[in-house]
């Protein structure tokens, strides 16, 4: 096996800049940091992002523009100092319309160059689609055409959603077989011993960013004020940046606005309440950091129904209750049984175990040996 003493990550933006793929990239960092002694430098695709050189004791570059030249003489820089480079994608995340070009561009230039490094991406996205009246729709095309160069340019990809693999493979002109698919991890933190719900104070939590809150609460008011009657809720916390609207009370309870906060801080209420509210799609739940955040930490996840179908070992009634479909009136020795079967998921590809995954796809042997098989076969494949 190679030995993987360094790495390159390149991503979109880190702290203090509000970012789920930065936050997820920096936290595996930090785990691999601790459980293998894998050093990190990132590269920063933003060039308008503002923060530290250093940032939790990682040197940080950046663009000084989204060019393939720019990033090119970054990636040149670090030609002999280490061995792979790990790139989270999310077309969005550097490109206004989803299709950064200069950056794909880019590493197809670095790969002919270089013969002894390889790169390795985990994709949080792939390519968007919609209707013919959205920008998605016209984007789509370049978008996946993007997506498929940089399948084929990629050593090793990993994502988070079993029917990204599927997409994967089928791009990868049968390159790649083996592709995991790791669920997100919290990035608030995985706290033990976690009391049980009846122990917990009667309080509802509405975490995240400004985008899935405001569906809770303007799209969501009835499923929203049910769970509040039928748990006995008696406060309802409001976790993430300021809406630009004022939250009407919830059955007469006042919204507590608490704003951003620091991942110990959201950690400590997380586990003192005894359910997590969230409107985001059914289908996608394994991309939702907010639901996994709820799950870690051992809550009762409660959305509303999206027209989907189960996926990635998640059940509705079993993982999270659907509060406008629940036939029976909900209680909190129910809630607890769900909740536990939402932990006992979530721990299967905890930051730990993910950690090991990433380590042995960077570090191990690149050309898909057993052992590198053996090391994810219980994380799942396309």
Known sequence: MNKLDWMTAIVPRLPPAVDGVGDYALNLAKQMRQDFGVNTTFLIG??????????????????????????????????????????????????????????????????????????????????????????????????????????????????????????????????HSQIPTLPVFSNVGEPKNLASLSERPRRLVVFGGGGPRSRVYQHSQLALQRTCRELGIEEILDIGPALDFEIQPINGIPVVRLGIRSADDISNLL????????????????????????????????????????????????????????????????GQIVADNAYA??????LSVQAHTFFTYLGGNLSGGDHVRNQVSSVGFN
């Open 345 to 350: 998921w979530y721990e299967k590809h905890q």
């Open 271 to 334: 586990a003192n309440s005894v359910a997590g509210f969230f409107n985001y799609h059914t289908e996608f739940l394994t991309k939702s950091t907010i639901f996994a955040a709820y799950c870690a930490h051992r809550l009762l996840p409660v959305g509303v129904w999206y027209e989907g179908k189960n996926g990635d070992g998640l059940e509705a009634s079993k993982h999270y209750w659907l509060a406008d479909r629940y036939h029976h009136r909900m209680n909190l020795s129910e």
């Open 46 to 175: 933003d060039p308008n992002w503002s923060g530290q050189a250093i940032v939790e004791g990682f040197p940080i570059q950046q663009v000084t523009e989204q060019s393939s030249q720019a990033l090119l003489k970054l990636l040149s820089s670090h030609e002999h100092s280490t061995k792979v480079v790990l790139l989270h994608y999310v077309g969005y995340g550097y490109a206004k319309r989803g299709c950064p070009v200069w950056l794909i561009e880019a590493l197809e230039h670095w790969r002919k160059a270089t013969k002894s490094q390889n790169l390795v991406t985990m994709f949080h996205e792939i390519y968007a689609f919609g209707p013919i009246w959205t920008s998605q729709f016209w984007t789509s095309p370049l978008q996946r055409n993007l997506a498929a160069r940089l399948v084929r340019l990629s050593d090793r990809c990993l994502t988070s959603k079993q029917l990204y693999a599927e997409i994967i493979g089928k791009l990868s002109q049968e390159k």
